[in-house]
């Protein structure tokens, strides 16, 4: 194993004791309690971080107020905004070596993944949205009303909105909400997990070298259970925009009803991968494999309930544990590695806690199952086979790399499986008859669902849940919509 060496402006970074980001600037927590930075491929602190209190809370959301209704931001015109998130996306992409470094030390993402996968899609989400940025218009409307009138709508920003990300695509998730609603106009307190917030925090002040005025980018660091409730609580906040577990989900419902904040939700998934009997195989096995170990499973759309015809069932599932065999598990910071290690000790205790439950429950490990080494958080891609819809293993979101495999004869069997989950996020279909794919994609309750392929993902294609998995879309216009909202304007002439 050769690990890559850390540059001195990443090592730098990681012995900062890390404030947050407040009005354009570092704040420390009111309450001087920090948390510790583990790099999940070691299992060792490596840096710290603020732990948020209430007064900090009160703090980020004040200054983003304040920001949002100043009137450098309020008369900026749609040009303007344009290119400060071409800025934004330039900043981000000079430091791509060190964010890439940075996410891979805070998060377990392969170094050689890191930058082209994570960084480049971070800068992509900016320049997306930045092409949206003067685009954002209100309609001329004929009305029926007695007299003459000229009727139009605005399309104005939602005001400030709170943006609580996931440890498993932190800087890429940060991107996906940051864009959209700066290029709305709105004044932000973005919110990173506890596990992974050093790229955030990171973003906040590449924020001000790119020239937005402070207070409209505020990273705000600490746990969930404090700052992220209190965020969704907070009277001050307008809009809540959250990605991670339904449970989570359901208490920011709950929480956000005091101001009746709006609230968009992308939650959990258990996506079921379709393989038809006439599929090209070679192209599915590979796909479908990559589709639940890429990022060690922890994946929101992760492709992690397999059924296949049962004329080809034993050829797919020998496949694809062929490729599972063939993934090089190890350090984040070996360019060989293509899995990294689960985020940390808890989630591996998870994992591993369903790997065995399912083998309680009946199912059988045909690759994978284990523990790889005594340093870090690595677990063995696992396939299990053996299981049906109501095992606990096909019906719960795992968020790691297993995957459970059963056997299908006739597509209304199918439908009927795929369908049968609490959750509705993505799918996918293999088959070379187009008919077949017709109809499946369009009687899959997902809010996605990829074709030929195991994953669909494009700032141009919006992203969302059917069912358990959210509340509305992210990417694309629809992105852009959750922070935005619509004015009636009707003039007697």
Known sequence: MALTDIPASVSTYLDKHHAHFIDGGEVNSSGGETIS?????????VSQIADATLDDVNAAVASARHAFESHAWQSMKPAQRAALLHAFADRIEANADQLAMLESIDGGKPIALAKPVDVMATVGAFRYYAGWADKINGTTNNISMDGEHHAFTLREPVGVAALIVPWNYPLVMAGMKLAPALAAGCACVLKPAEDTSLTALRLGELAIE????????????????????????HPGVDKVAFTGSTATGKRIVQAAAGNLKKVTLELGGKSPNIIFGDADLEKAIPASAMGIFFNTGQVCTAASRLYVHRSVYDQVVDGIAGVAGGLQVGHSRDYETLIGPLISARQLERVSSYIETGKKEGGEVVYGGNRIGDDGFFVSPTVITGVKNDMTIVKEEIFGPVLVAQAFDEMEEVIALANDTEYGLSSAV??????????VARRLRTGQVGVNQAAVADWNLPIGGYKQSGWGRENGYDGLANYLQTKAVAIAL
């Open 37 to 45: 930075v583990v790099d999940p491929s070691s299992g060792q602190p």
């Open 210 to 233: 790119a020239g937005f005025p402070a207070g409209i980018v505020n990273v705000l660091t600490g746990r969930g259970a404090i700052a992220g409730q209190a965020l969704a609580e």
């Open 430 to 439: 293999w088959t070379k008859d187009i008919s077949t794919a017709h109809q």
